[in-house]
């Protein structure tokens, strides 16, 4: 499996946006797959927040993913402090 940097990611991305590039052109260029150029365009839409920020959808997916397991976190704490007592 061939590592690329994000740098290249980012950079192929913005070609495709900015230079209304196709993915094809930018594959044969490049030596990248069409498919794995969809994933990296995919990855790197915005989301916007509900305080009006912008982030991309990967990184907004991590979020949820880390508010999930510090509510979990935080339901064990309150179980804990329960059966201790300590309420």
Do not use: C
């Amino acid at each position: 499996m061939k590592y690329y940097s994000d740098e290249f990611k980012n950079n192929i991305v913005k070609l495709y946006h900015n230079e209304n590039r196709s993915k094809k052109s930018l594959a044969n260029e490049y030596g990248v797959h069409p498919t794995t150029i969809s994933h990296w365009i995919k990855r790197a839409k915005l989301v916007e927040l509900p305080d009006g920020g912008v982030t991309s959808v990967e990184a907004f997916k991590q979020l949820q993913k880390e508010n999930q397991q510090l509510k979990e976190e935080n339901e064990i704490l309150k179980a804990a402090a329960l059966l201790l007592g300590k309420h």
